[in-house]
């Protein structure tokens, strides 16, 4: 690790933002809240900034991506894991999609009342909703705000199905209203876990839980009639590539029914933040990670091609599959979570069983 790096960051940068070539507009109202937030004094502060959405539920337009609605409390995130495909969409705010992406969070505190207007419309039709859909629903900024806790006790209101994506243990707080959520069958939960090094966590993903406690949130959750679908993705050629079977085993002696993952792919923006990043990070293997991950998309790190970008292809991303193939068919062999319940929503759409 150089000694130049951010400590506790994953990008060690800003990049450019593609779409300031178009329209560049900097509001002195926020450049002087930076001020009064002492953010020039300390330029690696985290700066909380309130939004007003007039939506919050998104349709899911990808067709690889295993979602059809998602929703998000927050923009940007704290967590700073350095592969992470939403840093992106931090560009279409106007901050950059490396350090903005990590120290500018946007805060939708009236997501819980745009998610109940949702869910009462008379033409919506129940249909699981992925929290974190983009960035993690339980980052720190949670903990200060409880928006996320507020939509969960939306969906319950509703009796709404919901699924959850998180590599967070903030997660446990919320158990009273996933248990009660579980009893029909509408939570599913998929816990991200990319590595069992820690030394690997904290250079990859610096402000995420520790390994031993997302550990212990699969326990814990399953233990508690909770289906937890481990996420070991992204799987990164000569980073955690070597760990597929070591880490399907844990997670399920942990508790997990199923496990899926992909190959990292490393589009817009993040491939130059990675390519800083790994020349940083990891300097003696940097030229062998980045031109493994090129080998997986037709010899570039931008792979926007669907039905391949997060499989990947050739030699290397088939050994990928086939470990993931071996790891389900030994420590997985029950299959995947069940679906979840969509019936019960309609008869809940005024926030209380209706009478027939």
Request: aromatic share 8%.
């Amino acid at each position: 690790m150089s000694d130049e790096t951010i400590k506790g960051r994953g990008a060690q940068r800003n990049v450019h933002n593609r779409f300031f070539e178009y329209k560049h507009e900097t509001r002195d109202d926020f450049l002087e809240f930076c001020r009064k937030e002492g953010e020039i004094a300390d330029p690696n502060k985290t700066l909380y900034l309130e939004t007003f959405p007039k939506t919050i539920v998104n349709k899911v337009t990808s067709p690889d991506v295993g979602m059809m609605y998602s929703m998000n409390p927050y923009q940007g995130c704290e967590h700073g894991c350095i592969y992470c495909y939403a840093r992106n969409t931090h560009e279409y705010w106007g901050f950059s999609a490396g350090l903005d992406f990590e120290r500018r969070i946007l805060i939708k505190k009236n997501a819980a009342e745009l998610l109940e207007k949702k869910l009462k419309s008379k033409h919506w039709k129940a249909h699981a909703i992925v929290l974190s859909g983009n960035t993690d629903c339980y980052q720190p900024a949670e903990k200060k705000f409880e928006i996320t806790r507020q939509c969960l006790e939306v969906f319950l209101k509703y009796r709404h199905p919901v699924a959850i994506i998180s590599k967070n243990a903030l997660v446990l707080r919320d158990l009273d209203i996933l248990k009660e959520l579980a009893k029909d069958n509408l939570i599913s939960m998929n816990v991200s876990i990319t590595s069992l090094s820690e030394e690997t966590r904290r250079i990859l993903e610096p402000r995420t839980a520790t390994i031993k406690k997302r550990l212990e949130v699969v326990k814990t959750l399953s233990e508690s009639g909770i289906p937890v679908n481990a996420m070991l993705a992204p799987i990164i050629p000569s980073i955690n590539s070597h760990e597929i079977l070591p880490l399907a085993k844990t997670v399920s002696e942990h508790g997990a029914v199923s496990c899926a993952f992909t190959v990292v792919h490393l589009n817009g923006a993040i491939g130059d933040i990675f390519t800083d990043w790994i020349r940083k990070a990891m300097p003696d293997r940097a030229d062998k990670v980045l031109h493994q991950i090129e080998a997986c998309h037709g010899g570039t790190l931008n792979d926007s091609r669907f039905g391949v970008r997060k499989r990947g292809e050739g030699k290397i991303a088939e050994q990928l599959h086939s470990l993931m193939r071996l790891a389900k068919q030994k420590y997985f062999k029950k299959g995947t979570n069940p679906p979840l319940n969509t019936e019960l929503h309609e008869q809940y759409k005024d926030g209380q069983m209706t009478l027939f």
